[in-house]
């Protein structure tokens, strides 16, 4: 398939709104379409793709003419699905990063302890190592 083909072939290929598996069926018939075309004519322009077949949305048309309600509608559906996926995931980034926002604001304190030695020596110990409870209590001095 020459580039004027394979363009237009491209430009049809959008215009085509319907679900994948039909969309497959119409590629293929498209591409037979094509292939006949080429064999009469190898090296055509896209002004002779448009003069044979009509301008891609036409040729769309055309093509989704062959096509049953049901499967019209299984693309609409498909484009809602995606949607509702996109709204969904757009949402939970959103809480995310409100939630994160939200964390970040509130000040993080830490208490600090301080103990003394019975020589007289004074430690201090933070909140969090206190509140630890994998530490045992034959570490205690």
Partial sequence: MNEAATQYRRAVRKHLRCGRAAKQRLEEHLTGL???????????????????????????????EELTPEERGQWK?????????????????????????IYRSIPNEITVYEFTYPNGDEFYVPDSVLADSSASSADAP
């Fill in 34 to 64: 094509l292939n006949a075309f080429l064999e009469e004519n190898p090296t055509p322009d896209r002004a002779a793709l448009e003069a044979a077949f009509g301008t891609p949305e036409e040729l769309a048309a055309t093509l989704m």
């Fill in 77 to 101: 559906k498909q484009k809602l699905a995606v949607r509702v996926v996109l709204v969904l995931l757009l949402a939970v980034v959103a809480v995310y990063t409100i939630g994160t926002f």
